[in-house]
């Protein structure tokens, strides 16, 4: 039998049926969801010191804040090239990033002033710099571009030169070199003054275009050089220590304040702390990764560092960076490591 119910009731029925719906239908995320669901990625492999130390930060920040704030890692190149990500970092398709300063310049010119070459004489001048007044004046242009860059970089090292072809002992040696940069103007006018031939390829292609030839060299610091296999398609590593290069935390600005403050103080000092802690991986990386990459096959090159900086002053290169950075950055610089120019 079909039980029909009069108009008006059958409504009130359904309106009262829709009333104790939405509790449940309007919930926006699990209970048990991150009220900040953030992701931070990078360029360096897995078994790199920064990815596995901003893991343990990101595992460390979601335990601290309780579970409010959970950052996905995505290392290696998973979420695109460096131009790539920084194209996403700014429009807020990826909350955070760490970039070499040197590809950060193509957005934020004076970001690349720590790569100049042979500024830096040791560590006992890089972290005092880039920590004070010369990383201020950075993160202070970085701001201007709706990003936000912590306190603390992370360390990427002194870069070296690698080649298939042949050993590069001197700056006559790299004449003609085809060499592989990342897309920074300074690292292509750097290799530009020494004569040799700069091509411009995303990290993540960087092993393929060794193995076809596409270039004959590239450089990085001997630890990437290791975790990437570098060592694999190169035959000669000429120690040049040409360059000091580090990575930028950076933070969508809007993203990082859209958390609390007392959220942003956590992830900040988290990963201010794994930067420390990376630092001293890398320190502690550098006393054994030649013996590493000599047992791997790679032959290792001296170099006179007097030489290479003399060809760059004679090309013109220092006073060609001197009058693109400012007489206020370039005064920073120098006011730390010595007169350059």
């Excluded at 509790?23 to 969801?33: F, G, K, W, Y």
């Excluded at 920040?61 to 460096?82: A, H, M, R, W």
């Excluded at 031939?197 to 004959?216: C, G, M, R």
């Amino acid at each position: 039998m079909t039980i029909r119910l009069p108009r008006r009731r059958l409504l009130a029925t359904t309106l009262a049926g829709a009333a104790a719906v939405p509790l449940v239908a309007i919930r926006t995320r699990p209970a048990n969801a991150a009220e900040f669901s953030y992701k931070y990625a990078n360029n360096s492999p897995v078994t790199h010191p920064l990815t596995i130390r901003t893991t343990e930060a990101a595992a460390r920040i979601k335990e601290k804040t309780g579970g409010q704030v959970e950052i996905q890692v995505f290392p290696n190149n998973q979420l695109g090239s460096d131009t790539d990500m920084l194209s996403q970092l700014r429009s807020g398709a990826l909350e955070f990033f760490t970039l070499s300063g040197l590809i950060l310049s193509t957005l934020v010119p004076v970001a690349s002033i720590n790569g100049v070459g042979f500024a830096f004489k040791d560590y006992g001048q890089v972290w005092p710099t880039m920590d004070g007044a010369l990383g201020t004046l950075v993160r202070g242009e970085i701001a201007k571009r709706g990003l936000y860059a912590f306190a603390k970089m992370y360390d990427n090292g002194y870069r070296q030169i690698t080649s298939s072809t042949k050993p590069i002992k001197t700056p006559e040696d790299l004449s003609g070199f085809k060499i592989r940069v990342p897309a920074s103007p300074l690292w292509t006018s750097l290799f530009k003054a020494f004569g040799a031939s700069p091509t411009t390829i995303n990290f993540n292609e960087v092993y393929s275009a060794l193995q076809t030839h596409v270039v004959d060299g590239q450089e990085n610091p001997l630890a990437l050089i290791d975790t990437a296999k570098l060592y694999e398609v190169q035959k000669y590593v000429a120690i040049t220590n040409h360059m000091w290069d580090g990575f930028w935390f950076l933070a969508n600005k809007r993203a990082f304040e859209a958390m609390p403050q007392k959220l942003r103080d956590i992830v900040e000092a988290e990963f201010n702390a794994s930067a420390l802690a990376e630092r001293e991986d890398l320190a502690k990386m550098n006393n054994t990764v030649a013996d590493t990459l000599k047992a791997k096959g790679l032959q290792f090159v001296d170099t006179d560092a007097t030489a290479f900086r003399a060809a760059l002053k004679k090309a013109g290169f220092y006073e060609e960076w001197k009058g693109k950075f400012g007489p206020e950055a370039w005064g920073t610089l120098e006011k730390a490591v010595g007169s350059l120019a």
